[in-house]
């Protein structure tokens, strides 16, 4: 069950730090508004998996914190990986891919309904590499339509 490393495993590794980041827009946030911002800590499993365990503040939210792991599976192409937040009950299971410049990975998801009324819907995240020492996070939601409606965008800096 030995896996080499693939240059997709090497494009996790430009996450593993410490980071601080900031809310920047977000679905509820007013400009002008106080916006959340935390810390996140990513480091290695290995070659092939990074973990990330956050801790944040955001508007009506208070501290809470968070966990993902991330990797890539040779098997089928494509990256894989689970989100955890200490303000809800959903396991979050990811597949993605990245963009062909190499810079933005896009994962989905399939979660709770915005609603809350029992119903599911698809989500995608986005982690785009700015620099070495900065990226930015964006989350949406497709609603019933197909359309896309944006979640959030957060921009992270590296401080080590």
Known sequence: MHADAQPQHQWLQHLVGTWTFAL???HGITPGEPSGSGTEVVRSVGDL???AEGQA???GMGLYSTAS???FNPAT?????TYIASFMTHLWVYDGALDEAGRTLTLGSEGPSMADDGTTQYYEDAIKLVS???R???ARVQKADGTWQHLMT???LRER
């Open 57 to 59: 503040t955001m508007p």
């Open 132 to 134: 070495n020492d900065e």
């Open 49 to 51: 998996w990074v973990v």
């Open 69 to 71: 792991m991330l990797g």
């Open 77 to 81: 192409g494509r990256f894989v990986g």
């Open 136 to 138: 930015l996070f964006s």
């Open 154 to 156: 957060m921009r992270y």
């Open 24 to 26: 920047e827009s977000g």
